[in-house]
């Protein structure tokens, strides 16, 4: 897919090169030169504009990219501008960052794609991994179901996977497993990154290994307690 990023901060700036990293093509727009020198190396094209003038974010190719992304999120008004101005332009599909919920509520009046809330989601999903204390990302289901990712306890290392039985000793169900491989981005730089593990039940865990799980955070600490014993 091909993504324009308007707003090439801390959030901006690391979405563009996740997302680069991942095989998607990726523009960067962003009125601070010293912000598009730093990332035009990393991303397929970086222009320094002021998207808040509608001639210069028309001239960006609105029309040849899959989604737009407006990142800006401490400059309140220029982010409730350009997405205005998207809207006047007729992008098709627009994503925009709120910091605050002030900014999400008039953000809801576009009528845009999503509305990405990276703060308030990664304090909420911080809050919940500090309490299982065992160095995971979470994603919640419900109020007690989570999917979770974390790396393989050194003891399973070596061990079958048909072997492992993490429903039965911890309540846990382990839906899949990544491990490192290199991989080029559309740049051509090459950097290990987790690649799914195809049939892992016929493999062996190796050091480096992710396990992703469905469970409750009880599970979860049930599983480290007995590692940590």
Do not use: W
């Not at 039965?168 to 080029?184: C, E, G, S, Y």
């Amino acid at each position: 897919m091909r993504y324009l990023i308007i707003g090439l901060g801390i959030y901006g700036s690391n979405l563009a090169i996740d997302l680069t990293n991942m095989g998607h093509e990726v523009i960067g727009a962003d009125s601070n030169p010293s912000l598009v020198e730093a990332i035009k190396n990393y991303i397929s094209t970086a222009y320094i504009v002021d998207a808040t003038d509608e001639a210069a974010l028309a001239a960006l190719p609105l029309k040849n990219v899959d989604l737009v992304i407006v990142a800006i999120g401490e400059n309140f008004g220029a982010s409730i501008r350009i997405v205005a101005l998207l809207k006047k332009l007729e992008t098709k599909h627009i994503y925009a960052r709120a910091i605050d919920k002030l900014h999400e509520s008039i953000l809801e009046s576009f009528q845009i794609d999503r509305i990405l809330t990276p703060e308030q989601r990664a304090a909420f999903d911080l809050v919940n991994e500090m309490e299982v204390d065992a160095g995971i990302t979470s994603l919640r289901i419900d109020d007690d179901t989570f999917i979770m990712k974390f790396k393989a306890p050194d003891e399973f290392t070596g061990t079958p996977y048909h072997s492992l039985d993490l429903d039965k000793d911890f309540n846990l169900h382990l839906i899949a497993v990544t491990r490192p491989a290199p991989k080029r981005n559309v740049l051509g730089i090459e950097r290990n990154h987790p690649a799914m593990l195809p049939d892992f039940m016929e493999q062996t865990v190796e050091s480096g290994d992710i396990f992703i799980c469905q469970g409750s955070k009880e599970a979860y600490q049930h599983l480290y307690r007995h590692i940590n014993h």
